[in-house]
């Protein structure tokens, strides 16, 4: 059985940092992209990071970019988001996914698998 563990959420206030674990059983992260998602209360759920399987390139939403870094260590089958300068934006439950390529992620393709999600929460 496939399941993805999300990690890390938590309440930082403004300017403060978390680290979210996604740890994969049941898959190999070294022929999956990760994708990392949130949605906040009343939002549709939105990219926020997606991580290719075999050149390991990521690509970030514009709202996270310079302030957000994924690592994925596919011997650990871990994937990191790392969210630096947190603002009260940020605030959603963090969700990551894998499939065997982000296309497939952001399309819902039905084979994807997706974690339980981690709420992150900032305060001004």
């Known amino acids: 059985e496939v399941q993805l563990a999300e990690s890390g959420g938590g309440l930082v206030q403004v300017g403060g940092s978390l680290r979210l674990s996604c740890k994969a059983s049941g898959l190999g992260f070294d022929d999956y992209a990760v994708g990392w998602f949130r949605q906040a209360p009343g939002k549709e759920r939105e990219e926020v990071s997606c991580?290719?399987?075999?050149?390991?390139?990521?690509t970030y939403a514009d709202s996270v970019k310079g302030r957000f870094t994924v690592t994925k260590d596919n011997e650990k089958n871990i994937a990191y988001l790392q969210m630096n300068n947190l603002e009260p934006d940020d605030t959603a439950v963090y969700y990551c996914a894998a499939d065997h390529l982000c296309l497939a992620i952001r399309s819902g393709h039905s084979g994807a698998h997706w974690g339980q999600g981690t709420q992150v929460s900032v305060s001004p």
């Open positions: 991580t290719g399987s075999a050149h390991g390139k990521t």
